[in-house]
């Protein structure tokens, strides 16, 4: 097996430039900002770079003057960054709030089938009833399983790995390996029918990381174990060499996309040294996305459930965007951490 090909400075300065363009950026309380500041905490765990966690800090403090906003299944995204604050501050503040989020999901938000969460966003004119999207998996499904992790809530830990299997029971394809981005409950059936990229890596970024939480006795491991070892394997013969993965992965006429690459070869690196010819393709080809400003450029906008593959091809990809940067420092972050995998 190759070894990774890195420059550790060119990497870390990468990184740098990705954090500062983020915090030049506004976000309120929801899902941009939850994904790109989930990178800024793998970015501080990576590189032990105390300014970005002060950041971070003086966000959070300043969003909470106005006490807890209104939450959703992709808000409660930003959860993420609270359970890295309290971590590293020790402030109980953060992990207090944490948990209120963790019981809005537990008993508040809404769900079908057998207690799969409903796609929800902060906004009354969206409604998505009864449709499972693969983005839960990272927004509260993966919240769940680490704060149930830190605090050893086995009810927050164990509904969080019911997302997972409810999300892989109805969004994973048993042919292609891939997943669909959505599934529609009432209709009954995957909608678009499309298997789009950074769909496949919120799926698949998550159960790396759940891994390192799960028990390996735990019957739930060998179930997401199964999951993301089949998705990869797939993922892997799908992608450009340009390094990246195309936005619709089975259509290479369709645009190669930056954030679902970065979470791709994120979760590729969970995998030891199998797949390190593809992760060093991904080197080049995310790095060579990074402006000399920190912006992570290709990244497709906020994507719904489109009609079709047309429609997920149109979706603008012009402007910098949170979940990108976010991403972005997932993996470069996983770079430096690799040892530790």
């Given amino acids: 097996m190759p070894a990774l090909e890195f420059d550790e400075k060119q990497i870390l300065e990468a990184i740098d430039r990705v954090v500062q363009r983020t915090f030049q950026m506004d976000f309120n309380w929801d899902w941009p900002g939850g994904v790109a500041f989930y990178g800024v905490t793998e970015a501080y765990e990576a590189t032990g770079k105390q300014e970005y966690i002060d950041m971070l800090k003086a966000w959070v403090d300043e969003q909470l003057e106005d006490g807890l906003p209104k939450l959703s299944v ?3 995204s930003i959860g993420h960054s609270l359970l890295t604050l309290h971590k590293a501050t020790g402030d109980q503040r953060y992990i207090d709030i944490a948990t209120q989020m963790a019981d809005y999901l537990k008993h508040d938000a809404v769900r079908f089938a057998d207690g799969v969460f409903q796609h929800t966003v902060n906004s009354e004119t969206y409604n998505f009833p009864e449709q499972a999207w693969v983005d839960t998996m990272f927004m509260a499904g993966y919240f769940l399983v680490r704060i149930g992790a830190m605090l050893k809530r086995d009810d927050y830990f164990e509904d969080g790995l019911k997302q997972y299997h409810g999300h892989e029971n109805f969004l994973q394809d048993p042919v292609t390996n891939l997943y ?23 799926a698949a970024i998550t159960m790396a990381r759940a891994l390192e939480l799960v028990p390996v006795q735990h019957p739930s491991f060998m179930i997401i174990d199964g999951s993301l070892r089949d998705q990869l394997s797939a993922l892997v013969r799908l992608q450009d060499e340009s390094g990246l993965w195309h936005t619709v992965l089975t259509d290479p006429t369709s645009y190669t996309e930056t954030s679902g690459s ?14 390190n010819k593809y992760v060093n393709k991904s080197i080049k080809g995310i790095l060579g996305r990074i402006g000399e400003e920190g912006s992570v450029n290709g990244v497709s906008a906020g994507t719904a459930v489109m009609n079709d593959a047309q429609g997920y ?24 951490a690799r040892q530790e995998w």
């Fill in 74 to 76: 992709n808000a409660v």
């Fill in 180 to 202: 669909y981005h959505g599934w529609d409950n009432i209709a009954q059936n995957h909608m678009s029918g499309i298997y789009w990229a950074r769909g496949n890596s919120w």
């Fill in 262 to 275: 970065a979470g791709i070869a994120a979760a590729l690196l969970s995998r030891g040294k199998m797949y």
């Fill in 313 to 336: 091809k149109e979706v603008p990809y012009k402007r910098v965007q949170g979940w990108g940067q976010g991403l972005a420092l997932v993996f470069l972050s996983s770079l430096l």
